[in-house]
């Protein structure tokens, strides 16, 4: 059973980035199993890391696309993008140091993201890329 599933209120406009958010929730949805599994610790570097590659490949992209339309929201996007890249850089100092309470951070901080940065944030720019 997934933990979050995509639907089309979810879309901002641009399949390309509707399908880089698919993979965010694809990610969560990962780790929730491997935690309801029991294997949540054993996962939690990978998934990391897979973590750390999307957002520096998404956040490229969608930063690029905005300020081509010349979206006036492209300096609280690339903070927030900063910001999380930064968590994601915390998460992975506490990894190392064997956090046996990652996964559940993790995940709290992940779904926290996708309600309220893709739900809400991202949303903002829709009407811009159409």
């Not at 949805?29 to 949540?40: I, P, R, S």
């Not at 064997?98 to 944030?121: A, E, G, M, P, Y």
């Amino acid at each position: 059973m997934a933990f979050f599933e995509w639907n089309d209120s979810m879309s901002v406009g641009d399949p390309e980035f509707d399908d880089h958010h698919k993979k965010l929730i694809m990610y969560i949805n990962q780790l929730f199993d491997a935690m309801h599994e029991g294997k949540g610790k054993n996962m939690i570097g990978d998934i990391l890391k897979n973590l750390y590659d999307y957002t520096v490949f998404h956040f490229s992209k969608e930063e690029e696309k905005l300020a081509k339309v010349n979206y006036p929201g492209l300096q609280e996007q690339k903070k927030a993008h900063a910001n999380f890249v930064e968590k994601l850089h915390d998460f992975y100092e506490r990894y190392n140091k064997n956090d046996l309470f990652i996964s559940v951070d993790v995940l709290d901080f992940l779904s926290s993201w996708l309600k309220n940065h893709i739900l809400k944030t991202d949303m903002a720019y829709k009407n811009y890329l159409n």
